[in-house]
């Protein structure tokens, strides 16, 4: 079961916050969370959509 929205906007935030201090690329930062294949693609989806930017890096 998918993990809930409010949760996944909570890592995509987390996540974008941990990019922004320069820990590295994105993909990197979202696998330390060890997230299943479907929570993994919600929270990228998510990320990308806040920041498109992102994912052309």
């Known amino acids: 079961m998918a993990m809930a929205i409010y ?3 909570i890592l995509a935030n987390a996540c974008i916050t941990r990019l922004d201090g320069g ?3 994105i993909t ?3 696998d330390s ?3 299943s294949t479907e929570d ?3 929270v990228l989806a998510q990320i990308y959509a806040k920041r498109p930017e992102i994912e052309s890096t």
């Open 7 to 9: 949760k996944v906007r």
């Open 23 to 25: 820990e590295g690329d």
């Open 28 to 30: 990197a930062i979202v």
């Open 33 to 35: 969370y060890n997230l």
């Open 40 to 42: 993994r693609e919600l």
